[in-house]
């Protein structure tokens, strides 16, 4: 059973940084591509940010580009988001989400490519 376990969330003020990790078990994880996605209230699930299996291949949606930061520890069954220059708009529950099925190694941006997600991690940012 594949579980995903995020945390780093809490209070920022704008400007500031947090990081956020997602310790993976019951799969493959090396293998896997893995996501960052965020729902702020009100609004759909979007797409932040997705690694590849190596971590040679990131992809980052336009609102965080430049700001966000995609990286995986495969020894440690762990993908971070690190989250600088925070803004109010950067407000949402985050989640955590591992490729499990089709081209599984490679990055994706829906959230129909990501068959396994965590709970989610609150993020506030304040201004």
């Known amino acids: 059973q594949v579980q995903l376990v995020e945390s780093g969330g809490g209070l920022a003020q704008a400007g500031g940084s947090l990081r956020l990790s997602c310790a993976a078990s019951g799969l493959t994880f090396k293998t896997a591509a893995m996501g960052w996605f965020r729902q702020a209230p009100g609004k759909e699930r979007e797409f932040v940010a997705a690694?590849?299996?190596?971590?040679?291949?990131?992809v980052y949606a336009d609102s965080v580009k430049g700001r966000f930061t995609i990286s995986r520890d495969n020894a440690k069954n762990t993908v971070y988001l690190q989250m600088n220059s925070l803004k109010p708009e950067d407000t949402a529950v985050y989640y955590c989400a591992a490729r499990t099925g089709g081209n599984y190694y490679n990055t994706a941006t829906k959230s129909a490519d990501f068959g396994s997600w965590g709970q989610g991690t609150q993020v506030t940012v304040s201004s």
């Open positions: 690694i590849n299996w190596n971590g040679g291949s990131t």
